[in-house]
Structure formats: C-alpha cells, structure tokens
C-alpha cells in the first residue's frame, strides 16, 4: 500500500477518461445505436417519438404536466407565433412527509399518483375552459404513437405499484375523467425530447438534447427514422447505456445497491441523484485505507451519516474551508475531498460528452469526423449549477475532436420539460 497521496491520486486515476478512452467508446455508443435501429435488441432502447421537427407555426393554450422524478409541475402555455408564454403553473411534491404521502413508492399506486396530477391539473383549470394536454414523462417508455407510451420500466429509483406496462396518457385520461376535469392529452414526450423541441425553435442547426439532472438521458433527431423514412426524434435512453464504459469499484457498490442493479449504468454514473452515494463510498475506502480523516478531532459520524447529495459535492468543489469547519478535519482533508469531488464531476462530463460524440459520429458517418454545425441543448442541473461544468464539456470536446469541435456548439435550454409538452401538444393537434 502506497502513501496517502499515493492512494488518493489512484482513485482520482480511476476517473480519468482519457482522449482513446473517449473516441473508442464514442465509436462503441454510434455502434449500438446502430445496432438497435436496425432492429437488434442492445442496451440502447432508440425509443420513437412520434415527433419530427416542428413548423415554428403552432398555436394556442395548452395544459402541461411534468414528472420528472419526485417533483410534479402543471403548467398551461399560450404559442403564438413562435412567442411563449407562461399562464399559469403549479408546482407540487409528489413526497410529503407532514401529510404522510410518498407518491413515488410501492404502497402508492396508479390511481393515487394520477389521481394527484388530475387534481393539479384542475386547480389550474379555469371555469368553463377545456385544454389539450401535453405530458412530459421522463422514464423509458415504448411509444407507439404520440399520444401512446407504455412505461417500460421505472428508473430514478421509483417505485409507485401498478405504472409500469401501462398506457401513460390512458391513466391520465381515466383520472381527469373520473374528477370531471375537461382536459384531453394528446401527446406524451420524454423531457430530452421537450428540450430539443425548445432549441430547435431558437436554433437552426439543433439536432440533439439532452438532460444531465437527477437522471440522465439523450435523444436526437434522426433524419432518416425506419419508421417512416422521415424526420424524427428518438429518445435514445441513453442512461442505460453499458458497454466499454470504466467502472470503478465505486460504481459497482452504486449498482448493487441501488432498485434495479445492471440497469441505467450510465446513468448510475454521472447523474445528479447517485453522484453523492459515489463520493461518499470513495471516501468511505479512503478512510478505511488511512488515506483521508486521519486526525482524531474529525466528526466522522457527522461526515459519514448524511445523506449524500449533488448539492454536496458543488459545495465541497466550491467552500473546502466550509467542509474543515463543519468536519473538523484538516484543510488536507477537506481538499481531498474536493479534488474526489472535481473528479466524479470532470468524469460525469466527460462520459456525457462521449455519448454526445457517439450521436454526432452517428450523423455524420465519416468515423470520427464532425464537418456540419451542431447544436447539443443541454437541461438540468449538473449541467446549470456544477462548478465549470460547460467549461469541462467544451475542453472534453476540443480535447477528442480537435478543431472539429469548433462545429459543435452547446446550449443551456431552460423548460423543455415544460414548453416542449406545450409545442408537443400543439405538434399533435395540428398534424
Ligand atoms: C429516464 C429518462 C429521462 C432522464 C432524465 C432517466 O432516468 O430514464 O427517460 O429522460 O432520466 O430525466
């Protein structure tokens, strides 16, 4: 066993993806991709969305709904023009512990869950208005027209009984109808796909998008969908992705533990909702190795006995002399902390990167070339408020394409799980 600065530069090691790791398992992701549209079952679902481009002339006011994880929004927009604008929105948790309710767990079910969003949909409702609806349900589904997705699995580590295999829109439907809420959904979309539909109205040449949140997952336009021979975004869920990818040992312990191990690997490593569990097992081995808190002073149970979270690892990246105090450990420590933490980030953007490579490779069909304009929308929190996260995703381009990277540009786009369901809705109506 090496020296304490020995045994933190190997774990920082094991999250380096570097430019041969990149360009190979970018050629790896295009490869699946590939694969699955010509029909072989692989990791990467490539689910259809029933959404091409939209015409930029769509029109009116329309309800959205939006569950993305634990938090549900209600939403109604009015188009016009190519403007939009919020009406109204509420926002609801779909855990609350003062009223005793997890509506993300097993002893939830269908009825109580989609019976909570007709409620929220109709607070929103005014007298004698009637609204088409558009729904933004970020978990893998097998969709078969715009209006039908079936949940194929939950992810995120929900659990509700009695969603999965069922018609989404369907059970929204029955709940409105039920509660008497004059409100019709017309279409379902996954958040990514909300996304690029927001950044192909502000950019000419945006073809793919992407959430880098509490999950993540990636989708793009393919030109020439076997479908239809047209124009149409699929939702890769790219989260599930798993070949060649470098898991650590860190990322195993994640997996076992976690709702449904050897699914979502990707996801398991760069999303917003395991990204503290992962530091917080590497420091769990740092310590156990003598390599990390060694002075007595350290409130190892006040370290170690908090839940973990992204917003934890911003705030060590970003205040170690914060972590000295609250610890009580040496600013050596605290910095080894941050530099673990920088890690898990830089390799979190990296990886996201690569499977944004992998698209890109896909479009292009010219090896690892990239010669037209690209522009990748990126939503979600990791991305917005992680200390240099652009920065970091700009540098992983430039450092694997080269003067490539150039035709690449990226962009944050805000409410794609909301306005996108807004110009789904209007796509839907107006076919
Ligand atoms: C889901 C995706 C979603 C992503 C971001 C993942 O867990 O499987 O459908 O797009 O999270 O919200």
């Known amino acids: 066993m090496g020296s304490k600065l020995e045994i933190v530069q190997d774990v920082i090691n094991a999250f380096e993806v570097n430019k041969e790791s ?18 072989e079952k692989t990791c990467l679902k490539m689910l259809p969305s029933y959404i091409g481009k939209p015409t930029g002339k769509e029109q009116g006011t329309f309800m959205t709904i939006d569950m993305g994880g634990t938090n549900f929004r209600c939403t109604k927009y009015k188009i016009n023009n190519g403007n939009f604008e919020k009406v109204g929105e509420i926002k609801q948790k779909l855990i609350n512990k003062e009223k005793n309710y997890d509506l993300t767990k097993s002893d939830s079910d269908e009825k109580q869950l989609f019976g909570f969003m007709a409620e929220c949909i109709g607070e929103l409702l005014e007298p004698e208005e009637s609204l088409y609806l558009g729904n933004t349900f970020s978990f893998p589904c097998r969709q078969e027209g715009i209006n039908d997705a079936y949940l194929i699995q939950w992810t995120k580590e929900i659990t509700t009984s009695g969603v999965v295999g069922q018609n989404i829109n369907k059970l929204l439907e029955q709940s409105l109808k039920e509660k008497n809420i004059n409100v019709k959904p017309v279409a379902i979309l996954n958040d990514t796909v909300g996304t690029l539909l927001v950044a192909m109205y502000s950019y000419q040449t945006a073809d793919i998008g992407s959430i880098m949140g509490t999950g993540h997952n990636t989708c793009y336009l393919e030109n020439n969908h076997p479908l239809n021979g047209q124009k149409m975004i699929v939702n890769i869920e790219s989260g599930n992705y798993n070949v060649g990818l470098p898991v650590t040992k860190y990322d195993e312990i994640i997996d076992k533990n976690s709702q449904i191990p050897g699914a979502q690997l990707l996801e398991k490593m760069v999303s917003g909702y395991y990204m503290g569990s992962l530091l917080k097992e590497v420091c769990k081995d740092l310590y156990k190795n003598n390599a990390l808190f060694t002075n007595e002073d350290v409130d190892i149970d006040a370290f170690f006995n908090q839940n973990f979270n992204a917003l934890m690892v911003e705030n060590f990246i970003l205040y170690p002399s914060n972590t000295k105090e609250q610890y009580k ?10 530099r673990v933490s920088e890690a898990i980030l830089k390799r979190t953007v990296r990886l996201v990167a690569v499977s944004h490579m992998g698209i890109l490779f896909h479009q292009e069909n010219s090896g690892t070339s990239v010669n037209n304009e690209h522009v990748i929308a990126i939503d979600g929190t990791i991305y917005e408020k992680m200390p240099n996260a652009p920065q970091l995703m700009k540098e992983a381009f430039r450092e694997a394409l080269g003067d490539d990277a150039s035709n690449i540009e990226i962009r944050l786009v805000k409410d794609g799980s909301g306005l996108g369901a807004a110009i789904a809705a209007a796509f839907a109506v107006t076919q």
């Open 22 to 39: 990149m360009l190979r398992t970018a050629m790896l992701f295009k490869e699946t991709m590939e694969k699955s549209l010509n029909g």
């Open 329 to 338: 450990c040496s600013i050596e420590d605290a910095e080894i902390v941050k």
